[in-house]
């Protein structure tokens, strides 16, 4: 899945032939954990501006959020869907962190909501991802923009990507709805942050 807008990883004082490998395995077992999530939830994906960009939901979720220098956990107020982005290197397939991700959804071409979509920590796929509330499954449709990251690129020759705005639109996308709800866990925050109307 490369094409023009691929970024490079070619040998570089900062990239050995084998270091460059290792990225590949990375970005493999990257893969591997997208493919995971699309068995489970399915996913779409495109490629935009250097990235493979993937969007995905699921039941609405709970989660830990830092209060007071501790961890507790937070649950759904009136959400009922879960939105994931997935943010791959174009190149080597490796999640790419640190990024302003914002997401725009739209019925029959009125606009529901656009939201900043945080990173989560996951167990065995980071992503970018928040609760929403939506009127029933859909179809919807979906835009992913990505604001070039501010965080510096190492290395000469593969150092300069991700230096443009990137929009991936998915158009009929069916949402998947519902409440996951939490074993019994503390100590409880109230609501975790959902995308507003």
Do not use: C
Request: proline share 9%; glycine share 8%.
């Amino acid at each position: 899945m490369k094409d023009a807008a691929t970024p490079p990883m070619r040998p570089s004082n900062e990239a050995t032939k084998r270091q460059r490998d290792i990225a590949a395995v990375q970005g493999e077992a990257y893969r591997l954990a997208v493919e995971a999530m699309a068995v489970e939830n399915g996913i779409r994906e495109t490629r935009a501006g250097g990235y493979v960009i993937g969007f995905t939901t699921e039941a609405a979720e709970g989660a830990y959020t830092p209060q007071d220098r501790q961890l507790a956990r937070a649950e759904p107020a009136g959400a009922n869907t879960h939105m994931e982005v997935i943010v791959a290197d174009g190149s080597d397939g490796r999640f790419v962190p640190q990024l302003d991700v914002t997401v725009t959804v739209l019925t029959d071409g009125r606009q529901l909501f656009t939201t900043a979509v945080p990173f989560l920590w996951h167990p065995f796929l980071y992503h970018y991802g928040i609760n929403a509330e939506v009127p029933g499954e859909g179809p919807f449709d979906v835009t992913v923009r990505i604001q070039p990251p501010d965080f510096m690129r190492h290395d000469p020759v593969n150092g300069q990507r991700f230096a443009e705005p990137a929009e991936a639109a998915f158009t009929q996308v069916r949402f998947n709805t519902g409440v996951k709800r939490s074993p019994d866990v503390s100590p409880h925050a109230g609501t975790v942050p959902e995308a507003s109307h």
